[in-house]
Structure formats: C-alpha cells, structure tokens
C-alpha cells in the first residue's frame, strides 16, 4: 500500500512528490508528458507585486521554505535546479523612485527591497531612472525540475507515465484503489485540465494564457533579471526569456502573433541593441477567482485531494502549500482559510 497517488506532472505534481518523499512517505505519481504552463515557465520567484510594490499573499513564509526544499530537491538531480539572481526593476520616473523607497521602508517590505534606487548603468538597456532592486529572488529551471523528478522517481518505480484514467480509480472509506495499485489517498495536480476530474471539476479555476518569447542577444551582458513592463531574464549563454503576456479570453493555447508583436514592442522600450527570436512558447496558466490556490480535500471522500490553482506563482507558492497539505493530511494542522477549498463550499 503506497502513501499517496499523486496525479500531474507540472510544477505542483513535481513538488507535492518531493515534498512526501523528503518525508519518508511513499508514492505512486502518475503523469502524462504534456506541453503545459510548467514548461512555458521561466520559473521566476519574486515576493513584490511589482506593480503596485505591495508583498505577495505570506512571501516571507513561503521564501522561508523555498530555499531548503529546492536545495534539498538539486541534491537528488544531476543538473543545477535554483538560479539565484536579483530582480532589478526598472523604474519609470522620479514619482516612481520616491514611492519605491518610501514604501521600501514599511515593516512588511523592508526585508524584500532594497531602498535606494540603484543608477548603475547596464550597457545596451535604457533606464534613466534607475532600477529598484528586490531580495531574495531567482529562477527555477521547471524543465530540470521535472525531468529530473520524473527520472528520480522512475528509477525507483514510484512514478508512471500515463495518462490517468478516472474511471479506474476505486474509493474506499480508508484507502483508494487504481487498477490494481492501493494507497491511503490521493492527490489531484492536473493544472488546467482540472475540469476533466469528475470529483473537483466544480472549483471555479479559470485558464489565463501566458506567451512568452526566448532572445538570442549576443551583446548584452546581464546578471540580473530586468521587470519593466515585460521581465528580461538571463537563461543560458546568449539565451533570454521575455515575458510574458496574460490573456484570460483566449481561444486556444497556441502562440499568437498578437503576443510576439506586444512583447517585442515592450521590449524595444528598454532593449537598446540588436536581437533575433529565437523561439515562442505559450501555456495555460491555473489562475482562481480570488488568487489562492485551491488546495484540501473533498467534502465527502476524505482520501481525495486536489492541489492546484498556482496562478502565476508556482514555484514561490508550491514548497509552502504543499507542506502545509501534508500537515494537514497526516496531523490535522488546519491550513490558511484563503487556500482551503472549503471556502467554496456553500
Ligand atoms: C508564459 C508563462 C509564464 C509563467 N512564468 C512563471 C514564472 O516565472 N514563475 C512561476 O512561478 N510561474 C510562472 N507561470 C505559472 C506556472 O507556469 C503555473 O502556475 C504552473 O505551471 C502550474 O503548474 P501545475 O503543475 O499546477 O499545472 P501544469 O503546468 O498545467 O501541469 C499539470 C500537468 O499534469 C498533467 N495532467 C493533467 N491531467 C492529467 C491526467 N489525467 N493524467 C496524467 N497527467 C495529467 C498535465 O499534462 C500537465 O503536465 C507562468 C505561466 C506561463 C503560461
């Protein structure tokens, strides 16, 4: 009898597997090997809203578990996982400048950006006002992230590429079987396939659909990750990531010439030298109505779980909403309301 069934191969699938075996729990997880969100992510965690210079929904608890799961996560894979690098946003005036360091100052931001402004000059980028520069940011490689969980696991026959079949699972009152595998219970990550799961398809997720461009740009030297009205982020040698767009009235997720001309005309109002495209990539991303995941368990089968909902901040969110899940399954800690799909209830 397995601990869990773990349904989903993306970040959350990838996470929520890490999270049960780090804790000497063992899995049956079950993926097809679909393109979705996970492999259009650059896998950029941020804990500002940068808009509005507001911290993200628990930022400091979710950094505060990020940087030791992920550690632990690259110790078992053969290629480097976490990126660490500065998030330098790019600042749009001198009304810009002061609201960044006056609110810089607030109790709740002080430990998450730096307050003044940073003029050094990166050469090939326009920004007269300078940059505002964020703590504790970087990139996780989400395709290093789940090939190398799915070779992981499947060298240890506790991961399965296939596609689910829902009609095959069997509920008891204290264990599931699938086909002819038992386990305690199980967990549902399918990201925005969630509507195909007969058990949660009524959690009222809504697809938003983010394009993204990858640059070949020789001249330009950067360490950092550029957020002006589009993020510019270093990937490999010459290699850059633009994005990306958000677009909730989409009619399918293949890439558009729409996206690729928008984020090229924000990208040409700070790129100041020569680049070619190399590629475009879009996917769905899981958003919710209120912007907290949908995690917990079905109201009436106590063994099924869903774990979804990531919106547009999986990597940040993951580590820390799958932990709390787990504590919730194996010693009843009650998880934040915002997240517990038990707010939709009624
Ligand atoms: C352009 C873009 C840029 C983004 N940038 C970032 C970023 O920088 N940082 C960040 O944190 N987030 C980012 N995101 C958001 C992030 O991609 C999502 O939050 C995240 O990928 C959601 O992960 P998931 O595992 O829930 O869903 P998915 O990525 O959709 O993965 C679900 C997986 O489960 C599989 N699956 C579903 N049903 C079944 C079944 N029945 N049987 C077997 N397998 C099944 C699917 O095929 C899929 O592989 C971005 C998204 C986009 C589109």
Known sequence: MKDVIIVGGGIAGCTLAWQWHLQGKSILWIADDTVASSHVAAGVFNPVVLKRFSPVWNAQEQLDLLFPFYTQVQ?????????????????????????????????????????????????????????????????????????????????????????????????????????????????????????????????????????????????????????????????????????????????????????????????????????EIVDQKSGIRPTTVDRRPFVGNHPELKNLYVFNGMGSRASLVAPWASKLLFEKMYTGTEMPAEMDISRFQN
């Open 75 to 275: 110790s078992y894979l053969s290629e480097p996982l976490l990126h660490l690098k500065p998030v330098w946003r790019r600042l749009h005036d001198e009304k810009e400048r002061k609201t960044w360091t006056r609110k810089s100052m607030r109790e709740d931001l002080d430990n998450l950006m730096v307050t003044n402004p940073i003029d050094d000059s990166i050469e090939g980028i326009e920004a007269p006002y300078g940059y505002g520069m964020v703590n504790h940011t970087g990139w996780l490689d989400t395709n290093v992230y789940m090939q190398g969980s799915f070779e992981y696991f499947k060298k240890r026959e506790e991961f399965e590429l296939a596609i689910f079949d829902y009609a095959a699972l069997n509920i008891n009152k204290d264990h599931v079987t699938y086909q002819d595998r038992e386990a305690n219970a199980i967990i549902f990550a399918e990201g925005i396939r969630l509507p195909e799961n007969p058990w949660f398809k009524n959690l009222p997720l809504q697809g938003n659909k983010g394009e993204i461009l990858i640059i070949k740009c020789a001249g330009l030297k950067l360490d950092q990750i550029i957020k002006s009205s589009v993020f510019l982020m270093p990937f490999k040698e010459d290699l850059f990531w633009v994005g990306a767009t958000y677009d909730r009235d989409y009619i399918d997720s293949d890439a558009t010439e729409v996206a690729r001309d928008y984020l090229i005309s924000k990208l040409d109002t700070f790129l100041k030298i020569p680049y």
